[in-house]
């Protein structure tokens, strides 16, 4: 039962450089979403998906774009990153109300 | 964003002591979900609430839906080592497709 993978699981970089955080979902949700967890902050919204081809942004989206090609699949791309952005990614997919999660990328950007 | 306030931000307690949390929002929420996440891990779902005033378990687990639509309570039993870990509420509201998460709830159980 693959479930929400998310690739890498850790990453640094170096402010400025670009990077994609994949998502990958076997579950055939049309929804998905991006989440990111920094501490005593709980998991904000970034930018979420109601299904192929669609986008729309969460609450924090400066800085990060997505895509949905596919179903299956919703990369979320840093074009130049910030030392802001150094957090951990959780990507999440959901049937109805209930949302399943991958295991995270823990990003730092230096 | 909306803001969910969980309390207390985090217990240490006993193995065997029992564990209540909360969430409170300005807001009224017509659905509330309680999360735990394991370090290293993704959150994963516990227990969900449809309806106010109802009050649901899942083994040692109880929550219950505020009458106000504006709270959420989780209590844990008897608590044992391998309930440690980050509680997280989240609630959606009427119409909106996005889950608003609380700041979480740091549990530690010292056996």
């Known amino acids: 039962n693959a479930g929400v993978t998310q690739t890498p699981k850790f990453q640094v970089l170096k402010t400025g450089q670009s990077m994609t955080l994949q998502c990958a979902q076997d579950m055939n949700h049309e929804y998905m979403s991006w989440y990111r967890q920094d501490p005593g902050m709980g998991l904000r919204l970034i930018h979420y998906s109601v299904g192929a081809g669609i986008t729309d942004q969460g609450e924090v989206p400066n800085g990060y774009n997505v895509s949905r090609s596919t179903t299956e699949d919703f990369p979320l791309r840093l074009l130049s990153a910030a030392p802001s952005q150094t957090s951990v990614y959780f990507c999440a997919s959901s049937l109805g109300h209930i949302q399943y999660f991958g295991a995270g990328t823990r990003l730092s950007v230096l | ?111």
Do not use: H
Request: net charge negative.
């Open chain 2, 1 to 111: 964003g909306q803001q969910l306030n969980q309390s207390p931000q985090s217990m240490f307690i006993q193995e065997g002591e029992d564990v209540s949390m909360n969430c409170t929002s300005s807001s009224i929420f017509n659905t509330w979900l309680w999360y735990k996440q394991d370090p290293g891990e993704g959150p994963v779902l516990l227990i969900a609430l449809y309806k106010a005033g109802e009050l649901t378990s899942n083994g040692r687990l109880t929550a219950q839906f505020g009458i106000t639509r504006k709270d959420s309570f989780l209590n844990i039993s008897a608590s044992i080592p391998s309930d440690v870990g980050i509680y997280f509420c989240a609630g959606y509201q009427t119409g909106a497709n996005n889950l608003f998460f609380g700041t979480g709830t740091r549990l530690t159980v010292i056996p």
